[in-house]
């Protein structure tokens, strides 16, 4: 269809071309006074001269709407060649002359006709015509005008080939020269094919079996009985044969085209039945495998009823987790404070007493219950899905031993709990709480899976993968890997399942027992971590899950490891925190590490204290979440006004996007320590580059 279309766009630019290329040819005979070109017949009619000039007109306006440029000017010449031409008509039919030929040539216009022009006839249709496209507001005249202009110049033409006077002129002033009807048919077939959606060029171009009829049998219907009749008459005139004989032969061959055309005719209605036969069968097949089908159909619409009551449930299932995480991330923030505040404390108290003081163990169990519960808040985060992923270099078995005590709790006492490490195991790099979570989400499916108790076996080990894919899944890139087996004795999965193990919200479990989001949430955790998941399982005989993370070569932590009091210094501290006892811990371990340490209990009192504070102020440390300004638009406005300012923000929330980073930022999650505060603040400030924390000084470069 697009073929054909674009064949189809192509036609009005030859045919405006070759109007074109005449009129200047019949306009240069006439101001040169080459005969040949103005009469080509000596004895016959001549083109005039406003009539070649009007037919490069309607070429130029033709070309223009075919290329669809300077709509107003194609208009416009249409508009002028539409009122000669209805000036010629208005003077033929009053029987006067107007002397247009005068302006372009002295004497050597064409004798006035006595009678209507067919040139000016045409002309004028022409002209109306092209004046109305593209979007004629009656798409119909600018078809009836061109097949008017087509059947006048056909007409013309075929009284020229048979010496038929009557079909070319009335009378003996009004004869349409042979080029000028040729001319008339090429802008009349040009305007035709403007309009590829409608009418006559829509049915030839259309890639149906009516457009295909219309291609084949064009050619044959106009113009095979005109060179025929034309030849045969030829034949006459040569005197090779008396008219009786021409007549039959041109009946003869007549007979054999429409014979041909109706034998061409047929062989395509003939194919269209076919098809439509073979349609009908298909049909007949659909309507019995539909008929048979709808017990099914019916079947199904009641599973799929089922199917959106479970979604539904599925779906206040996620709104009461949606909720219950908003819940748990707002407990874990505040916990989060208070928890700081212990741990902080706690470790002033453990750096000033010697190991050997009564009140040293009592302490440490102190931190290490404090240490707990800031694990518990990281997991009631990624609960909220608001957890800020800091991946940490780490070893996988100690992850197991941290987990060792947990893990016979969780699954009861019917299963035996089986831990196997490799010996010198790699390291990885993943998110300590994710991976606990993903863990444990695995050891719950387990337990599920053993409802009369069984073995559940915990193994790692580390893997080369080679380029052939020996040595673990096929997904993986070649490399060195840990892989973490979890492995356990149940009742199995179906295939069914199997396939859709880690799609959200499914579940085996009964209605209010599973939410469906363990498994996917594992392999995500696992996936982000450049890692791979993958499961076997079979009806009686267990699952296993296997785990694979990338080695990392190093094995230094990602944690801060400085000691409380080893990171001293002298510089001139901003302190913004909501909660007193935040904020307290915050200035007392800051000061005693010999820092000059400025607070304030929200952003407009931090403020207030920069503008009374006319010496630099090197480190803004802000919360992130305080009422009125928060820490980021704090960050941000106190940057502008001194500029080289250093911001650390602190949250139990993810890390904020400054409207204006500053060169030097950084951020801590709460918990924080003292010596990870301690440690960040040093690093801050020991950071390359000039500290301009006064008022109008320059911006760090």
């Not at 899976?449 to 096929?474: F, H, K, Q, W, Y």
Request: charged share 20%.
């Amino acid at each position: 269809m697009k073929g054909a279309w674009r064949r189809g766009a192509v036609v009005p630019h030859v045919c405006a071309g070759s109007a074109v290329v005449a009129s200047c040819l019949v306009t240069a005979g006439w101001l040169l006074g080459v005969s040949p070109l103005v009469r080509p017949d000596a004895g016959g009619p001549s083109m005039t001269l406003p009539t070649a000039i009007s037919l490069g007109a309607c070429g130029v306006a033709l070309g223009l709407r075919a290329r669809r440029r300077a709509p107003r000017t194609a208009t416009s010449i249409a508009s002028v060649v539409a009122i000669l031409a209805a000036i010629t008509f208005i003077g033929a039919a009053a029987g006067f002359h107007f002397g247009l030929e005068m302006f372009f040539t002295a004497g050597a216009a064409e004798p006035l006709r006595s009678t209507i022009p067919p040139a000016a006839i045409s002309l004028l249709l022409l002209g109306w015509a092209l004046r109305q496209l593209p979007r004629a507001r009656r798409p119909w005249f600018p078809q009836v005008a061109a097949l008017t202009v087509a059947f006048i110049s056909v007409g013309a033409a075929v009284g020229y080939l048979f010496g038929v006077e009557e079909l070319f002129q009335i009378s003996s002033d009004t004869a349409l020269a042979p080029h000028t009807a040729v001319v008339l048919l090429i802008l009349s077939v040009g305007v035709l094919f403007l309009q590829q959606d409608y009418g006559i060029a829509r049915v030839i171009l259309d890639e149906t079996f009516g457009g295909r009829i219309a291609r084949r049998l064009l050619p044959a219907t106009v113009v095979a009985p005109i060179i025929v009749g034309w030849m045969i008459l030829q034949g006459e005139r040569a005197g090779l044969y008396q008219t009786t004989l021409g007549l039959a032969l041109e009946v003869l061959i007549t007979m054999t085209l429409l014979s041909s055309v109706v034998w061409l005719s047929a062989r395509v209605i003939s194919a269209m039945d076919v098809q439509r036969r073979e349609a009908d069968a298909a049909l007949i097949l659909a309507n019995e495998a539909l008929e048979s089908r709808v017990a099914e159909k019916t079947s199904a619409l009641v599973r799929s009823q089922e199917k959106a009551r479970a979604a539904e449930e599925q779906l206040r299932a996620g709104q009461r987790l949606e909720a219950m995480g908003q819940l748990a991330g707002s407990i874990a923030h505040d916990v989060s404070n208070m928890m700081t505040v212990v741990t902080g404390y706690s470790g002033v108290l453990l750096s000033q007493l010697g190991p050997t003081h009564e009140l040293h163990h009592s302490l440490q169990e102190i931190k290490k219950a404090a240490d707990r519960c800031s694990a518990l808040t990281r997991r009631l985060l990624a609960f909220s899905r608001r957890q800020i992923l800091t991946p940490i270099v780490l070893n996988l078995g100690e992850t197991l031993t941290d987990l060792n005590n947990m893990l016979p709790m969780i699954v009861g006492d019917d299963v035996t709990v089986a831990i196997s490490q490799a010996p010198d195991l790699w390291h990885v790099r993943v998110d300590r709480a994710q991976m606990e979570q993903v863990i444990v989400n695995l050891v719950v499916n387990a337990r599920d899976a053993m409802p009369s108790g069984g073995t559940l076996a915990l193994s790692t080990a580390n893997v080369e993968i080679t380029a052939d894919r020996e040595g673990g899944p096929e997904k993986l890139r070649p490399g060195d890997y840990v892989r973490l087996t979890v492995a356990d004795s149940g009742v199995g999965m179906s295939p069914s399942t199997l396939a859709r193990v880690f799609d959200p919200f499914f579940t085996t479990k009964p209605p209010g027992e599973g939410t469906g989001l363990g498994l996917s949430i594992a392999y995500g955790v696992i996936a982000q971590s450049g890692g791979h998941i993958e499961v076997e399982s079979a009806l009686g005989q267990g699952t296993t899950f296997q785990i694979y993370l990338p080695r990392v070569k190093s094995a230094l932590a990602s944690a801060a490891v400085a000691r409380f009091g080893t990171d001293a210094g002298f510089e001139t501290l901003l302190l913004v925190e909501d909660d007193d006892g935040v904020r307290e811990l915050f200035r007392f371990v800051l000061g005693r590490a010999g820092y000059l340490v400025l607070d304030a209990a929200d952003g407009e009192r931090a403020l207030e204290v920069a503008s009374e504070h006319a010496e630099t102020i090197h480190l803004l440390i802000s919360d992130v979440v305080m009422p009125g300004i928060g820490g980021a638009e704090l960050a941000a406005r106190l940057c502008s006004i001194r500029p080289g300012l250093r911001v650390l923000l602190i949250s139990g929330y993810p890390r904020p996007d400054l409207e204006r980073p500053v060169p030097h930022q950084s951020f801590l999650q709460k918990p924080v320590t003292p010596e990870l505060l301690l440690s960040s603040v040093r690093k801050l400030l020991d950071t390359p580059g000039r500290i301009g924390g006064t008022p109008g000084a320059d911006t760090i470069g």
